[in-house]
C-alpha cells in the first residue's frame, strides 16, 4: 500500500500562500492519480485537485480554480501550490492516491490516505 507524508500546512492571513508536498514515502508510485483533499471544520471532505505522476492531466474543483496549482515536483512528490488564501480553504489538506482520476475525484475511491496537514487562513 502506499505511504504518503504531506508537509507544508500553516497559518496565513488572506491573500497569503501556502504550498503544500505529498510524498510516496514507500516509493511505489503503484497508484497512477495523486490528489488532494480538504476537510473543513463541521463539513465532509472535499475534492481539490488532482495529476497524474506523468503530470500531464490535472483537474481542480471549481472553488480553487485558478488559484490552487498541483504539480509533480520530483519522482516521488506531488505539490499544491495554494495562492491568494481565503478563510474558505481552512481545513485539514490530505494526499490521496487512486488508479484513475474518477476514482481520485471521489473520497470513497481512494486508495490510500495520508495523515494530513492543517491550513488556517485568517481574515
Known amino acids: 500500500q502506499v505511504q504518503l507524508v504531506e508537509s507544508g500546512g500553516g497559518w496565513v492571513q488572506a491573500g497569503g500562500s501556502l504550498r503544500l508536498s505529498c510524498v510516496d514515502s514507500g516509493r511505489t508510485r503503484s497508484s497512477s492519480v495523486m490528489g488532494w483533499f480538504r476537510q473543513a471544520p463541521g463539513k465532509e471532505r472535499e475534492f481539490v485537485a488532482s495529476i497524474d505522476w506523468s503530470n500531464t492531466t490535472s483537474y481542480y474543483a471549481r472553488s480553487v480554480k485558478g488559484r490552487f496549482t498541483i504539480s509533480v515536483a520530483d519522482a516521488y512528490t506531488v505539490s499544491l501550490q495554494m495562492n491568494t488564501l481565503n478563510p474558505d480553504d481552512t481545513g485539514v489538506y490530505y494526499c490521496?492516491?487512486?488508479?484513475?482520476?474518477?476514482?481520485?475525484?471521489?473520497?470513497?475511491?481512494?486508495?490510500?490516505w495520508g495523515q494530513g496537514t492543517q491550513v488556517i487562513v485568517s481574515s
Open positions: 490521496a492516491a487512486a488508479p484513475t482520476f474518477y476514482h481520485a475525484s471521489d473520497q470513497s475511491r481512494v486508495d490510500s
